[in-house]
């Protein structure tokens, strides 16, 4: 990307930013419900889940001290070996329901904020309810969307590890190994910033339009053209954002008392979704600047706009 390029990139992001920042002034009940509500939930399900594992690892911490000093040869360590792995089962479950639930809200709020933005930015009016319904509708077509993307993401890790396999097994030392290792890291998360250009788009096409699925992920190709340099610094400034929140967590382990950990881990989890919410506002304006771009209109799916006849053309028809 030649310096005149970046630039233009640079200016055409700064004025989708803007505009998709003025969408929360155009319609703020609406756009407060959508990035608002969800926290709340995520807080909920987060604090729920962080107590709820606590308990569930002290407990298997205590066994596992037990166990050490018990005679393997004695009913009391069968016992005992059998309550560690029904609580292993236990943390198991527990993660795996945390990751549903917390996988179907963003899913729900995820529509949400599109449709909201999408409405905002068109200067369409809804009601509540009709909002609502809107929301639930899309939700099937996002799903399959959704199992695509991780289909191509699952491939695309697959990759990674074998790309670093081979930098793992020959280098000389650890030092070697971890500066290599980060390198090759960096490659592929920079490129992936690139290819979650389509993945994204196809996010909001299948919650704007029928089209969903494999059709959603070709049609986000085709019309992300010219637009892809100012969408993947959007990519690349959420990732290193993302990456510095997590780390927030891991640098407050063993710093902060137990309350402290769960209000940092509060805020950065909270954080983190308040900035993918953010990036699905700025995708939604960017699809409308593409559809523009390629001379397409944009038809909401399930809103029916009435067009204005001329009187000249409706004196016309009754000659």
Not at 25 to 33: E, T, V, Y
Request: proline share 2%.
């Amino acid at each position: 990307m030649g310096s005149s390029a970046f630039l233009n990139a640079l200016m055409e992001l700064s004025g989708i930013l803007n505009e998709s920042c003025k969408l929360f002034l155009k319609n703020r009940k609406l756009m407060f419900f959508v990035m608002v509500l969800p926290l709340f939930l995520n807080s909920a399900v987060y604090l729920i889940n962080f107590f709820s594992i606590k308990a569930e690892v002290t407990n298997l911490i205590l066994e596992s001290s037990l166990l050490s000093t018990t005679d393997p040869n004695t009913l009391e360590y069968s016992a005992l070996l059998m309550r560690i792995f029904s609580d292993i089962r236990l943390f198991v479950g527990s993660a795996y329901i945390f990751l549903v639930v917390h996988f179907i809200v963003s899913l729900f709020f995820s529509v949400a904020v599109v449709r909201a933005s999408a409405l905002t930015h068109a200067g369409k009016n809804v009601q509540f309810r009709t909002f609502l319904v809107l929301t639930v509708k899309s939700w099937k077509q996002l799903l399959v969307t959704y199992f695509y993307i991780t289909l191509f993401v699952l491939g695309y890790l697959f990759l990674f590890l074998i790309t670093l396999l081979p930098v793992l097994l020959f280098s000389p030392g650890f030092s070697y190994l971890k500066a290599r290792g980060i390198v090759v890291w960096i490659i592929f998360a920079v490129f992936e910033s690139y290819l979650a250009i389509v993945w994204q788009l196809s996010v909001v096409i299948s919650i704007l339009e029928e089209t969903y699925g494999i059709q959603a992920l070709g049609k986000a190709a085709r019309i992300a053209k010219g637009m892809k340099p100012s969408l993947f610094l959007v990519n690349l400034s959420v990732g290193i954002l993302s990456l510095g929140l997590g780390q927030c967590i891991r640098l407050s382990n063993g710093t902060y008392p137990s309350t402290g950990n769960v209000l940092i881990g509060l805020v950065v989890v909270n954080s983190l979704f308040l900035v993918n919410m953010f990036r699905l506002v700025v995708y939604t304006v960017s699809y409308f600047h593409c559809k523009s771009v390629h001379g397409e209109e944009v038809e909401l799916q399930g809103y029916v706009e009435y067009t204005k006849i001329p009187s000249e053309l409706l004196v016309g028809n009754n000659v």
